[in-house]
């Protein structure tokens, strides 16, 4: 089992130490120090830690005073970034009342644990090393997986234009076959940072067929293989007019199968009552996707960087409500209908519930998952092929970009 201890006071850390060390299979070559907010994060990005035990009370770096909130603040930051390898447990220590109440208030919402520490009595000691305990109880049990073997997944509904999108990314792709797998796997590498000092591996796969039950079971086979820290599906949809362009960039939240209710009427002609369940794609990934969202510049240069057919529009990246189905919908007034179970609605496509489900009801360690696509056209009676290239050119490139940042090391 691994520890990591994150505290800047040595006598202290020396206590702790001493109370860790005390619990039965736990040796001091299994526990790492950090003296600040700053090294742990580093530690954390490639080490994935059973146990962190941190004081509440820190330093963000070395050569700094220690902060009210700096270790709240760092164990806040770990569970809302993608980029690092979160522990199972976090267990928050500190002398101060008012720290360890703020910190549980704080992070309440989290598997967190706060404990006041005293030197002079042995309540903290028995608190703590009944959590490694209980800690190295699970992380010996053979069948529970909590670690990521992946970074990132890329999973389209279509060999071209949408894998052949991503296969244009940087991201140094070669082919893969998986065991006992017919899919044809790619393989890729991407440096970021601002001195490339962190590598991605990913993956990328096109499903066998299009649709709600290709997607979903692609997405299973993938969640369940290769362990990918984010997920995303990106490629190509349709668009609702008037709220989506043609070459516009889709990022589905949330999303529903606009299939799903019962059709009635014993009497007269049938009738459809929709009974929807929504899908949120990931926040951290949502909040990537807003940034570029908002960068009216680096939208502009994506466009410009496309040498085929485009549309005269500027390029946007929308975030709205995505109806996922099991049919193509070339009718304008299914189109309608479907408009009418989301009057937000922005788009329209056969796969991306599919995907959102298969990341929510996985196992651990579950990935975070986000569907981005473009718009190739608005459905109907007059959908055309003219912009499918463009459509999954910008949406993979968007989805490289939100990637990149939420991977990427801090700076």
């Known amino acids: 089992m691994k520890i990591l201890l994150v505290e800047d006071d040595a006598p202290k850390r020396a206590n702790v130490m ?3 060390l005390e619990v039965d299979g736990i040796d001091i070559e299994d526990v790492s120090h950090a003296p600040d907010a700053r090294t742990a ?18 330093p963000i770096r070395s050569d700094e005073d220690p902060v009210p909130d700096g270790g709240a603040g760092l164990v806040e930051e770990l569970l809302v970034r993608d980029q690092f390898k979160k522990p199972s447990y976090v267990i ?13 208030q704080r992070l309440r919402e989290f598997l967190f644990t706060a404990i006041q520490y005293d030197p002079a009595v042995r309540g903290w000691r028995a608190a703590i090393q009944h959590r490694l305990r209980h800690a190295l109880e699970v992380s010996g049990r053979e069948d529970v997986r909590s670690d990521y073997d992946l970074d990132v997944a890329f999973l389209c509904a279509l060999e071209e234009p949408e894998l052949g999108a991503v296969l244009a990314l940087p991201w140094d792709w070669s082919p893969y076959a998986s065991p006992g797998d017919d899919a044809i796997y790619h393989r890729g590498t991407v440096d970021v940072g601002s001195d490339n000092e962190r590598r991605l591996n990913a993956v990328a796969v096109a499903a066998p067929r299009m649709g709600l039950p290709a997607a ?12 990918p820290r984010i997920l995303v599906m990106t490629g190509i949809s349709a668009g609702i007019a008037g709220g989506a362009n043609i070459g516009d960039v889709l990022v589905a939240d949330p999303c529903w199968d606009w299939g799903s209710g019962k059709w009635g009427g014993s009497i007269g002609p049938p009738f459809f009552s929709p009974h929807p369940h929504q899908l949120p794609s990931a926040p951290s990934l949502l909040r990537a996707a807003r940034v570029v969202a908002g960068d009216a ?20 990246v929308l975030l709205g409500p995505v109806a996922a189905g099991a049919a193509v919908l070339a009718h304008e007034e ?27 009801d996985s196992s651990e360690p579950r990935p975070k998952a986000i569907v981005i696509k473009g718009v190739a056209d608005h459905g109907g009676s007059d959908k055309s092929d003219q912009f499918q290239s463009y459509a999954a050119y910008t949406s993979a490139t968007v989805v490289d970009q939100i990637v990149r940042s939420v991977l990427a090391p801090d700076p």
């Open 297 to 316: 510049a680096g939208r502009a240069r994506i466009r410009d960087a496309w040498r085929g057919p485009k549309p005269e529009t500027a390029l946007r």
């Open 18 to 20: 001493a109370a860790i």
């Open 41 to 58: 994060k580093q530690l954390l990005l490639e080490t994935r830690y059973d146990v962190m035990i941190v004081d509440l009370v820190l």
């Open 92 to 104: 928050g220590l500190s002398a101060y009342e008012k720290a360890v109440s703020a910190a549980s």
């Open 334 to 360: 299914m189109v309608e209908t479907v408009v009418s179970q989301n009057r937000k609605v922005v788009g329209i496509d056969m796969e991306s519930y599919g995907v959102l489900a298969a990341a929510t």
């Open 216 to 227: 979903a079971v692609a997405a299973t086979k993938i969640i369940y293989t290769f362990r």
